[in-house]
């Protein structure tokens, strides 16, 4: 049911505790019970129209509050993607959750193909070692650099930097190639 729904429903209940309010005035001899009930529901009649201008006014501060998130998860991915270096976001086992445009170039791979596949993958030699260590650093404090040989779908392999940091059950990579070091 939603809060406009709602808004009608008050609304209308308002209206009806009015009619009988005024219904129960005209009586001649007012019933005591009768008056003491309606005040009663008076009450939680506006109780419940304070609570609900409450859940209207949190209602308007969490659609800001969203809208604002929204923004602000703009503003990152366009961040993320404009960043000169490879980098991406992988779970421990080196499967990528996110990459951005350099990263696609850097593997010759879609950006948006990217997400899902093993890092590892792109990894020339001892892939076992370098999925020990993507384990390791995951459960540590870092930044940790090491060197890695990448070789990219259909293009020759060239040696990268590697930095890579754990946050979360995530890692998060930044490749470089070596020969700007």
């Known amino acids: ?12 209940a308002v209206l009806r505790y009015s009619a009988l309010q005024r219904k129960a005035e005209a009586q001649p ?5 009768l008056q003491k ?20 006014e ?3 501060k969490m659609e800001r509050l969203q809208e ?13 993607d404009e960043l000169p270096y490879a980098y991406v976001v992988t779970k421990p086992d080196s499967t ?10 850097m593997f010759n791979v879609g950006q948006r193909f990217l997400v899902g596949k093993t890092l590892s993958v792109f990894v020339c030699e001892n892939r076992a070692r370098f999925l020990n260590e993507s384990s390791r650093i995951a459960g540590q404090e870092g930044p940790f650099e090491f060197n ?3 070789r ?10 590697a930095r890579v940091s754990g946050m979360d059950s995530t890692l998060r990579w930044i490749l470089r190639p070596a020969r700007e070091f």
């Open 37 to 56: 009930a309606l005040a009663e529901l008076g009450t939680a009649l506006e109780e419940v129209r304070v609570a609900q201008e409450q859940l209207i």
């Open 1 to 12: 049911m939603g809060m406009d729904s709602l808004e009608l429903q008050l609304a209308s």
């Open 152 to 161: 990219p779908r259909e293009r020759a392999p060239f040696p990268v930097v």
């Open 29 to 33: 001899e007012p019933d005591a019970l």
């Open 58 to 60: 949190d209602r308007t």
């Open 148 to 150: 890695v040989s990448i």
């Open 96 to 105: 990528i959750t996110e990459a951005n445009k350099a990263a696609a170039e």
């Open 68 to 80: 604002h998130v929204r923004d602000q998860s703009i503003k990152y991915r366009e961040l993320f």
